[in-house]
Nanobody, 124 residues
């Protein structure tokens, strides 16, 4: 499985970005896909995830501002990010796993496949 993340960029506070994560290989429709992010000097943190059932999960600090979705026909997951804040500045990574249990969905170490990351910078 290979993951390609894209869509990052520079945006002012209050602005929006849409990240994409395109997958090749594996059985995409049965996989759980998540977004994590890592700011300089900080640990990688969970942002959002979507299961094959399309159930979604969010970190508290992005709930209501970010929306994760998937298009199985395109083997792609999207992360719509609205009302961005300076604290959202980080490298965003997508991750995929085929056998993730629900209790592990927020744990980076449980995902087998990772994309290369895309930089998101929120600044005035």
């Amino acid at each position: 499985v290979q993951l390609q993340a894209s869509g990052g960029g520079f945006v002012q506070p209050g602005g929006s970005l849409r990240l994409s994560c395109a997958a090749t290989g594996g059985t995409f429709s049965r996989a759980t896909i998540a977004w994590f992010r890592q700011a300089p000097g900080k640990e990688r943190e969970f942002v959002a995830a979507i299961r094959s059932s399309r159930h979604t999960y969010y970190a508290n600090n992005v709930q209501g501002r970010f929306t994760i979705s998937r298009d199985n026909a395109q083997n792609t997951v999207f992360l719509q990010m609205n009302n961005l804040k300076a604290a959202d500045t980080a490298v965003y990574y997508c991750a995929l796993d085929h056998n993730l249990i629900l209790s592990s969905i927020r744990q980076a170490g449980e995902y087998d496949y990772w994309g290369q990351g895309t930089q998101v910078t929120v600044s005035s």
